[in-house]
């Protein structure tokens, strides 16, 4: 994540602050080594101080949706780390080091966060608001000549050009697949008929089976020489006896 906001800070400054000419954009620390060997005019960005920036810190999870609108899964939202970049111009001449830290200045004002245009690597594509802001004071734990005096340099004037980055590095919490039918209810339990569960689970209602009918069974009476009367007995496991019929 630092080195995608080190690179979008170098696109940013060359194309809106520095375009038609040959100034570098560099990220080295300003020491009176680094000083002595440069060759050429020169925009320095040195990052001297990263801490995080609580007051944009959330708790909870981020719904991740997909184009219809469906929770794919769910994010912990990202910290957002404050990068704070020394920017210093370096000529022959203290009136051309003004002229590029006032290109600089009025480069940065025009934005109130990296621009999407500019971002790249892991930032690319990235939703999610970068506050830019420069030359405010620093905190009071903070002061730009103790910087100096720790590189071991003389006090230049300097820009405090400060971003604060998200820096995502949690897991994903995964969900299972959405579900695309309906809910089907389904009611079971003793006294309730199979259409009233059919109709509960949204299926078309099954006719219940026709209950066995009773056997039926036919006896004639008599003999053939002598006919009797004609029998029907219904329902009954056992052949009854004819009571002759005569």
């Not at 060359?14 to 570098?24: C, I, S």
Request: proline content about 11%.
């Amino acid at each position: 994540m630092i080195q995608d906001v080190d690179e979008a800070l170098r696109t940013l400054i060359r194309r809106d602050a520095l375009a038609g000419t040959d100034v570098e954009v560099a990220l080295d620390a300003p020491t009176t080594e680094w000083a002595s060997r440069r060759n050429s005019p020169t925009v320095d960005l040195y990052l001297y101080d990263i801490r995080e920036d609580t007051r944009m810190r959330e708790n909870g999870l981020i719904d991740v949706r997909d184009d219809e609108g469906r929770v794919l899964r769910r994010d912990r939202p990202p910290r957002y780390y404050k990068l704070s970049y020394l920017v210093t111009a370096w000529t022959q001449r203290p009136e051309d080091e003004h002229r590029l830290l006032a290109a600089v200045l009025g480069c940065v004002i025009r934005h109130d966060t990296l621009p999407i245009d500019v971002l790249g690597g892991q930032l690319a594509g990235v939703r999610l608001v970068m506050p830019l802001t420069i030359a405010l004071p620093p905190p009071q734990d903070r002061a730009l000549s103790d910087v100096w005096t720790a590189l071991g340099g003389e006090l230049k004037p300097s820009l405090d050009l400060v971003v604060s980055a998200p820096f995502d590095a949690s897991l994903p919490v995964e969900l299972g697949p959405p579900v695309l039918e309906p809910i089907r209810l389904g009611v079971r339990g003793p006294g309730v008929s199979e259409a009233r569960r059919s109709r509960a689970a949204g299926r078309r209602a099954t006719p219940a089976p026709a209950p066995p009918q009773p056997p039926v069974e036919t006896v004639i009476g008599g003999s053939p020489e002598l006919p009797g009367r004609t029998f029907r007995i219904e329902g009954s496991p056992k052949r009854r006896k004819a009571d002759g019929g005569r």
